[in-house]
């Protein structure tokens, strides 16, 4: 599991000269867990207070969805079609956690005698002061926006499983760069992550690795994930030309796939 122990500083809105800051670490970054229908699921997690004063946390589920570049949009107000927030229970709404101190937060997940095999995901939400509507994470660090961090939840139910496909390799702008992408699609039950080291090769005969970025694939969707290049010595004089030669295997829980493509 990972850990993420993030410092967080983020200016409420409000008509200071010096905003006060919100000062937390929450860990762990994420739960993936495995229930069976009528089973109760008991977890916890752990919120610090980095901050000298002692600090007030509100806290709240929430629905979400993940956009094109892998960023989540909470959706806290609405209960989604498909939700299984009504499974969860919490601790309390509201913690006080003393300066420089740490305290557990309970939580459990009541699925239903009737569940079918399937994905319940969601976030548990740590708020103080403005709340915003989207936050960016760069694979399991959340960094919050107008102070909030989210946990992401998983729940594999019953016999829950990916089963991911290769659809096509090419080369699209992410954070503004053309970058390799790989688009999978998961028609699954269950959330999936690829992984792996990939052999390159630019038009200049440069060799590199790319390395799959382990975003999550839902169930039912396609999703762009990006091969980052641990470029050579020789490229941060020259950028790397395309097209790109690459080669190699993409794993993931219960299957792989062998590439040996040119893109674009």
């Known amino acids: 599991m990972s850990r993420l122990h993030a410092l967080i500083l ?25 229930a069976k229908p009528g089973q109760v699921l008991r977890e916890s997690l752990d919120i610090g207070n980095d901050d000298l004063g002692v600090a007030d946390f509100i806290l709240r589920t929430s629905d979400w969805t993940l956009n094109r570049d892998g960023g989540v949009e909470f959706q806290p107000d609405i209960l989604a079609p498909d939700s299984c927030r009504p499974w969860v229970r919490i601790e309390r709404f509201k913690v006080r956690v003393g300066g420089k101190s740490r305290r557990k937060y309970r939580f459990e997940v009541h699925v239903p005698a009737d569940a079918r095999d399937g994905l319940c995901r969601f976030a548990l939400l740590i708020e103080q002061g403005s709340i915003a509507a989207q936050i960016s994470p760069i694979e399991n ?11 992401i939840v998983y729940v594999r139910v019953g016999n829950a499983r990916p089963a991911i496909t290769v659809e096509r390799l090419a080369i699209e702008p992410v954070n503004g760069r053309p970058t390799p992408v790989a688009f999978l699609r998961n028609e699954g039950t269950a959330q999936g992550r690829a992984e792996g080291v990939l052999e390159g090769a630019d038009a200049k005969g440069r060799n590199f690795e790319l390395v799959v970025s382990p975003l999550p694939v839902l169930p039912g969707e396609t999703r762009r994930i990006p091969l980052w290049p641990q470029e050579p010595d020789s490229a941060r004089k020259e950028p790397l030309s395309p097209p790109f030669r690459i080669k190699g295997t993409i794993e993931w829980e219960g299957g792989q796939a062998k590439v040996d493509t040119q893109v674009p």
């Open 10 to 34: 983020a200016l409420l809105l409000a008509p200071l000269p010096a905003a006060a800051q919100f000062a937390v670490n929450v860990t762990p970054a994420r739960f993936e867990l495995q």
């Open 141 to 151: 660090i959340q960094m919050p926006l107008q102070g909030r961090v989210g946990v």
